[in-house]
Each structure stands twice: as structure tokens, then as C-alpha cells.
């Protein structure tokens, strides 16, 4: 979501006039190591998902004010989920702020530098519900092979542990017809893989009382032509229904990749959590993706040690990750976020025994994941070949990008073949799979005269264009564009 957001605030900030900085030689040429640049105007667009955001926020800002001393007229604006909540808290920390806006106002950023330029003080504006749908702003999106698409934002469930519904509100979706215009557009203008971005997009409907309304628009979506990649995030497992998991089985575009937060294997823990779900429905749902999508690759986030978690609730938790089979997980140390309900709770778990299930947690998946990866060697995989994912590569002759399922596979190019000449950024690539490591595949058929076929797409045709004709990449599309024919 906070990459989506940027997209929408560097687009708004193109279409005021503002040029990114790489392409301003003389203003490159005064950066410094405190990250600014050399730019006129920094905007820093926080997540405070994360830990220690506010830590960060206020290391890089600490390095900041001293390129201010040196630049007064350099303006600093801070965005994102951490303003939304400290709000003027952030300049009263650091008053060489210039911005500070939230998460519901994007699209105010100009407006507010212009009027901390004009009237030489901080500009702070948060506002407490969205006014503006995001994906109806302006947007500069650095690939042109792959687009986020936003279907809603917010989120009406109440995990304890989670600062979103109460930094991002209650959930707002976008009409069908709205977000189909939009894959369109962006498919119009080269991309071919397109995620479709919400809280819980599974929910999706909720605000306009339409049952089914994401398989529905799964389906749809789908059918677009020329849309090559479907994909999604985040669902929940308390609504994922059957006929999601149908529309994504019958839906040859929707990718056979699931992300399916699971936080914990433990009833007792998920109850705590206010997570709605429990650990057999949530084993249900990836038995019937398995049953329908066999190839699928199932990824979740796990959360560790949060306030009562017990070795016994542990122990749930690693039964159902040896069963699961997933192929990667994100997993976490609980750490409280203030204003959270679990930051409150006693019996939190002491870090020296959380740090220690994290690490037989990590274990156990690392060994998981290495299993199904090495399950992928002989097989053949089709991947969209990625602009800056796995660079180094280029070194030893590969090429790198994302297989169908999402894992990262590492290409090797025959001879005779160049990146970037013969095979761009968004053309397809298809190889056998002659290694597998933890966590990306090596497809090195081509190499020893096996398999290794190339298909140019209209994504790599546009990067191609771009190459070329370098300039117009500060072209901002309009939240919905005109579809180019
Ligand atoms: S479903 Fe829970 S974890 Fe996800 S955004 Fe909503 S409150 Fe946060």
C-alpha cells in the first residue's frame, strides 16, 4: 500500500512540475550521505507496520537537518502511516519540517509545499477520513511491465495487534467498474502483470453490499486482453470463500500464487489476536486451494511471541507450518505498537524466549521452503523477466524475474543473447529449473543448449521505447487514463 501511495505522490509532484532529481544533474551533483540527493524537495512516506518506524523517521530526519543548515530552501515533507498518527508531534521533534500530511490527504502534498514555501512555516494537515480515493490521483510508476491496481482501502477487522484500521479507517472499496477502467488503462500502457491492492481485498463488497464481489471481479479482471498476470494482496482467511478459490482456479490469468496470513497455529492466540478464523478453517482453505490449484505456492505471515503465547500455543503454531508446506513465510517478533490493544496486555513474553521460538520457527520454514524449492528442479517455468530484481546477475549471465507462482528464478542466457538488447524487462522467458536454493530457483537449460525459449511482450516493447527516448519518463498517467488503441 505505501509503495502504491508513493507512486501517487511522486505522479502528483511530476504533474506540479517537481523532476526527479536523478535526471537534474547540477542538483545530484550536491548530494550528500544523508540520503537527500541533492534534491530541492525530499518526501519521506513512513509505514509504522514495521518496528521502530518513529526510530527511523527520526534518524533520517536527524541527518536531513544538517543539509537544511547548508540548503535552507531545501523543503522536507513527511507522509505516511507514522504522520497520520503523530501528526504536528513531528515537527514539534524536528521543526525543520516543512510537510507533514497523512494518510487520507495525498493528494494535498503540493499544496502544502507551495504554502510552507510562501508562508516560511510548517504545513501540517492530516485529515481523519479519505476524501479522495487514491487510485483517482495522478501516478509515476517506476516499472512498466507491472502495476498495482487499488480496489479498496482500510479495513474493518480489529486485530489487536494491528495500527491500520486505526491510521487507514474503516474500509472503502472502489466499484468494479472503476477498477476494471483502471487495469485497462495500465494494461493499455504496457503492463502486463497487474496486483490488485486492498487491506483485505477479500472483503471486497462489504461497502456497496455486493455478495461475491471479488471472485466476481477476479473473474472479470481476468478477461481482460492483453492482461497476461493476475495477482492479490492481502486476503484473510476469515472471509475467503469457496468461489474465490474457484474463480482463481478457473481464471487462467490469476496467477497460482496465495498469500494467506496464518499469525498464528494457536486458537487460543488467534482468539486474542481477534482474528475471526481458527486453525481448521484455515486448514481447510488451503486443502481446497491445493485440491483445485495443485501448483499453487502458498506464502503467510506468522507473527511470534505476542502478549500469553505459551510453549503449547507455540508448538500449535509449528504443527501448522510443518503441515502447511508453505513456501515462504514472513515471520515476526511481536513487537507492541503503541495504540494497539495488544501493547496493553499483560503477560507479555519475555524477548530472550520469544527470540528463541522465532528462531526454531525461521528454522523449520527455512528447511520447508529448501524442500519445495528442490521439489521445482525439472520443471519447466515460464517468468517475466524483472528490471531490477537480482542485478548482480547480469555478472554471471542470468537473468532474473519472477515465475508464475512468484518465486524468483535466476535465467541463465544462452549465448548469443543480451538483457536489455534481445531480451527486455517484461518479455517472458521460458526454462527448465536445474537448481533450487532457499529461496530462488536457477533455470540454467538455455546455458547447455536444453530449453529456452523468449517471447516479447508489449511490456518489453515500452521499456524498449523508454530506452530510447529517455525524457518523457516524467510522464504521470492520470488516475484513469485514456486506453491508447
Ligand atoms: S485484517 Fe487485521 S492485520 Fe490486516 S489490516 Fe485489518 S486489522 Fe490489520
Avoid at 58 to 64: D, I, P, S, V, W
Avoid at 179 to 186: D, N, S
Avoid at 274 to 292: D, M, N, Q, T
Avoid at 296 to 321: C, K, N, R, W, Y
Wanted: net charge negative; proline share 5%; with cysteine.
Amino acid at each position: 500500500m505505501n509503495v502504491h501511495d508513493s507512486e501517487r505522490m511522486a505522479g502528483l509532484l511530476a504533474a506540479d512540475g517537481y523532476v526527479p532529481v536523478e535526471q537534474v544533474p547540477e542538483a545530484a551533483a550536491r548530494a550528500t550521505e544523508a540520503g537527500d540527493g541533492g534534491a530541492d524537495v525530499v518526501v519521506i512516506n513512513t509505514c509504522s507496520v514495521r518496528e521502530n518506524a518513529a526510530n527511523r523517521l527520526f534518524g533520517n530526519l536527524g541527518q536531513l537537518a544538517s543539509v537544511k543548515k547548508n540548503r535552507p530552501d531545501m523543503q522536507i515533507a513527511v507522509g505516511g502511516c507514522l504522520a497520520q498518527q503523530m501528526r504536528a508531534d513531528i515537527v514539534k521533534k524536528a521543526p525543520f519540517v516543512d510537510v507533514v500530511f497523512g494518510t487520507h490527504n495525498i493528494d494535498v502534498l503540493p499544496v502544502l509545499l507551495k504554502r510552507a514555501r510562501h508562508n516560511r512555516d510548517a504545513a501540517v494537515e492530516i485529515e481523519e477520513s479519505l476524501k479522495v480515493f487514491p487510485s483517482t490521483l495522478p501516478k509515476k510508476a517506476d516499472s512498466s511491465y507491472a502495476a498495482w491496481v487499488s480496489i479498496s482501502v482500510g479495513c474493518n477487522n480489529t486485530c489487536t495487534f494491528c495500527i491500520v484500521p486505526h491510521l487507514r479507517g474503516k474500509e472503502r472499496d472502489r466499484r468494479p467498474g472503476e477498477v476494471l477502467a483502471e487495469i485497462e488503462a495500465v494494461v493499455s500502457e504496457g503492463a502486463v502483470e497487474v496486483t490488485l491492492l486492498g487491506q483485505n481485498v477479500n472483503s471486497y463488497g462489504v461497502s456497496f453490499g455486493e455478495r461475491d464481489a471479488f471472485a466476481k471481479l477476479l473473474r472479470a479482471a481476468g478477461n481482460i486482453e492483453g492482461l497476461e498476470r493476475l495477482r492479490f494482496t492481502s486476503p484473510h482467511p476469515a472471509a475467503f470463500s469457496d468461489d474465490v478459490i474457484r474463480a482463481m482456479a478457473e481464471t487462467p490469468t490469476v496467477m497460482p500464487s496465495l498469500h494467506m496470513p496464518l499469525q498464528s497455529g494457536s486458537d487460543r492466540i488467534l482468539r486474542m489476536m481477534r482474528r475471526s478464523y481458527r486453525r481448521a478453517k484455515f486448514e481447510g482453505i488451503l486443502e481446497r486451494v491445493r485440491e483445485l490449484i495443485p501448483d499453487a505456492a502458498i506464502t503467510t505471515d506468522i507473527i511470534v511471541g505476542f502478549p500469553g503465547e505459551t510453549e503449547e500455543d507455540f508448538q500449535q503454531t509449528l504443527e501448522v507450518v510443518e503441515k502447511a508446506r508453505f513456501a515462504s513465510a514472513f515471520t515476526f517478533l511481536y513487537s507492541p505498537r503503541p495504540g494497539t490493544p495488544a501493547a496493553d496486555m499483560e503477560d507479555q513474553v519475555p524477548d530472550d524466549v520469544a527470540a528463541e521460538r522465532y528462531k526454531r520457527l525461521l528454522a523449520l520454514q527455512e528447511k520447508i521452503s529448501f524442500e519445495e524449492m528442490q521439489k521445482l528442479e525439472g520443471t519447466t517455468v515460464e517468468v517475466l523477466i524483472a528490471e531490477t530484481e537480482g542485478r548482480k546477475d547480469l555478472a554471471t549471465r542470468r537473468i532474473s524475474g519472477r515465475a508464475r507462482d512468484n518465486r524468483l528464478v535466476h535465467v541463465g542466457l544462452p549465448a548469443g543473447f543480451e538483457y536489455g538488447r534481445d531480451i527486455r524487462p517484461g518479455d517472458m522467458v521460458t526454462a527448465v529449473v536445474t537448481h533450487a536454493a532457499p529461496h530462488h530457483l536457477v533455470a540454467d537449460s538455455g546455458v547447455t543448449g536444453g530449453l529456452f525459449s523468449h517471447r516479447k511482450t508489449r511490456a518489453g516493447d515500452m521499456w524498449a521505447e523508454k530506452q530510447a527516448c529517455p525524457v518523457p519518463d516524467n510522464k504521470v498517467t492520470l488516475g484513469i487514463p485514456i486506453i491508447r488503441r
